[in-house]
């Protein structure tokens, strides 16, 4: 009997075991209802999402950091109210300097369970940055030309980028422009007005301050503004220059030192050093290819020299200088070389000034304002890239500027071209000869600064006063001329004698045929005509010599082979035209033909005669178009 009650009672240990662990199950279960069981349809649970925990943030200095939050995927920062990325880390290191409103939110590893946490409470930073000076100082490729009144009405007017430079800083550096446009490292503190601001920059530079020392376009000039990229930093060679024009200078002669690395070195850096401030070299951006997509040596600032004036590579000079004295380098040729060898001519079109709404006065020198805000871009974007001071103030996500920045000038008035039919108000000519003062003359002509002599057997057209210049991408000129039709075919021949020149590389004379003609003009679009001629005998080089051949298309001067020069000697000139060709010869030299179209603006006419540009007293007798 004992052994039946032991069985008995473990049958009924075995169920009662059974019937509770049954209980538990069902109790943790959640039952899909059916229509054909509501008992198990009453016991149904939904589903919940929960939002993760708001991150607890802890800030010293500028580090935020907070702990991981569970089932968390990342966390997502947003500064001043813009979100970041985001990221795994439970710490975010904000600038030093700045001004930052901080939040910090979890973002959920499964949606299904979890949403997002809420933004943390606010957390701020404040720690200002104290007032600096950023001094920029270089030529016209950075310079303002807001008091240019020509620019002011050209369809897109040129900007130096030194002027877009405070887009991308912080508004507690002041960017203090004082480049100016023509200007090299050694004329910058010899003329005049750009002594003036040099002398402004020395006592004015103070311990924290920045330079931008942006120079190398003119120092690749035969003339006073010359410095040789070859000599070393400590080479005080010097050179001296008679004759300058008292506009630009406090003296008729200049004599200082013309190693390009000393210049840089002892006027600027050292100058900024001595102030306990921060110089920064800048290479020179590169000159647009209007004929193709790559560049040449020469617009890369590979000078070839002329005469006693001995080129070389300019940037390179500039990069090995920055080495050498340890100071940070900008390569804005680097920079703008590939930019405009990327996206080709036709794009780097958009990034220059033009002259009128026609692309063919594009300026292959000069930005305009979407151009300068690129290279100014790219400045900072260097800068954040060093371990200058100067990048704690650029702005935070700077964006690269694009084509939408590109607005044409308000001011801007399309003109009609129209032929004139009267010669310059000034002077009255024999007829059928007139005579005019246009173009890029730097103040209307007056019978001061452009004469016209006549006598029987010659013409003598003087230009003072520094008025007016043959340049790379405009002209201003004193024009003796008739108006012939432009389907005819002509010799135009005159004996030229050089009575006095100054020497200046923007100085030019000899006879011309050109497709339009502007009567007394120093206003609006006309102050910087550029628009396609032919010429013998025009530009100065050095002392000594001059380019015995030119033509313009456009915005673009190409210049002929070096001839010598001499006052007081006759040589005789000569163009024949057939068509669209013409037949250049400069007393016993070569014939040299060029074919250009001259009826693009003056589809009627073209204009023959004898012109004279800045500083010169030139003769002309013998001539005849014929």
């Not at 006549?454 to 000129?477: C, H, M, P, R, Y």
């Not at 006095?500 to 120093?522: A, H, K, S």
């Not at 013998?536 to 002392?543: H, M, P, R, T, W």
Request: glycine letters at 6%; hydrophobic letters at 30%.
């Amino acid at each position: 009997m004992k052994i039946k009650k032991i069985f008995v009672l473990g049958i009924l240990g075995v169920s009662l075991f059974s019937v509770t662990s049954c209980d538990k199950a069902l109790s943790n279960t959640t039952l899909v209802p059916t229509e054909s069981n509501e008992e198990t349809k009453s016991t149904t649970k939904e589903e919940t999402i929960t939002a993760l925990g708001i991150p607890n943030v802890v800030i010293v200095d500028n580090k935020l950091t907070w702990d991981a939050i569970p089932n968390a995927a990342g966390y997502v920062v947003k500064v001043n109210g813009v979100e970041k990325e985001m990221q795994k880390e439970t710490s975010y290191t904000l600038p030093e300097y700045g001004n930052y409103k901080v939040y910090v939110k979890a973002i959920s590893s499964d949606y299904t369970k979890y949403s997002d946490s809420s933004y943390s409470p606010i957390k701020k930073y404040n720690h200002d940055l104290e007032e600096a000076t950023l001094w920029v100082l270089g030529d016209s490729t950075s310079c303002s030309f807001e008091n240019e009144s020509a620019d002011q009405l050209k369809y897109y007017p040129r900007y130096g980028y030194g002027t877009q430079l405070s887009n991308y800083f912080d508004e507690s550096l002041n960017v203090n422009n004082i480049a100016v446009s023509g200007r090299s490292s050694g004329s910058y503190f010899t003329e005049a007005s750009s002594k003036v601001k040099y002398e402004q920059f020395k006592t004015g530079i103070k311990e924290g301050d920045f330079v931008l020392i942006a120079f190398g376009h003119n120092d690749q000039n035969s003339d006073e503004r010359y410095s040789n990229c070859n000599l070393s930093s400590t080479d005080t060679t010097k050179m001296k220059w008679t004759g300058l024009p008292e506009k630009n200078y406090p003296e008729t002669e200049v004599e200082r030192e013309i190693s390009f690395k000393y210049l840089l070195t002892h006027y600027y850096i050292d100058v900024a050093l001595d102030a306990k401030a921060t110089p920064i070299l800048a290479t020179p951006i590169v000159r647009r290819n209007p004929n193709a997509d790559t560049l040449t040596p020469t617009q890369c600032h590979v000078w070839e020299g002329k005469g006693d004036y001995v080129g070389g590579d300019y940037a390179q000079c500039i990069r090995d200088l920055a080495k050498e004295k340890n100071v940070t380098l900008i390569d804005n040729t680097a920079i703008t070389k590939a930019k405009y060898e990327a996206i080709g001519k036709d794009e780097t079109l958009k990034m220059h000034a033009w002259v009128t709404s026609k692309s063919a006065t594009v300026d292959n020198t000069h930005l305009n304002i979407y151009g300068a805000k690129w290279v100014a871009y790219n400045v900072a974007k260097e800068i954040l890239k060093t371990d200058l001071f100067l990048k704690n103030y650029v702005k935070t996500d700077i964006e690269e500027p694009t084509i939408k920045d590109l607005v044409v000038n308000p001011n801007y008035e399309e003109k009609e071209y129209a032929a004139p039919t009267t010669g310059m108000s000034l002077y009255t000519t024999t007829s059928p000869w007139m005579a005019s003062a246009f173009g890029y003359l730097g103040s209307a002509p007056s019978t001061s600064t452009h004469k016209v002599t006549e006598s029987t057997s010659n013409v003598t057209l003087q230009v003072l006063s520094n008025k007016g210049k043959i340049a790379g991408s405009s002209d201003g000129i004193l024009m003796y001329y008739q108006q012939l039709s432009a389907t005819s075919n002509f010799t135009l021949t005159a004996t030229m004698t050089v009575k006095e020149f100054d020497v200046n590389t923007q100085v030019g004379f000899g006879i011309m045929i050109r497709d339009d003609m502007y009567v007394d003009v120093q206003t609006a679009n006309n102050s910087s005509i550029g628009s396609n001629y032919v010429a013998c005998g025009s530009v100065v080089s050095d002392a000594s010599n001059q380019y015995a051949t030119a033509y313009r298309k456009a915005t673009s001067l190409t210049k002929g082979s070096i001839t010598s020069l001499a006052k007081n000697t006759p040589v005789t000139l000569t163009i024949v035209k057939t068509g669209n060709k013409y037949e250049l010869t400069y007393g016993n030299m070569a014939k040299v033909e060029y074919e250009l179209d001259l009826t693009e603006i003056d589809s009627n006419y073209v204009y023959a005669g004898f012109y004279v540009a800045r500083n010169a007293t030139v003769e002309f007798s013998n001539y005849s178009i014929k």
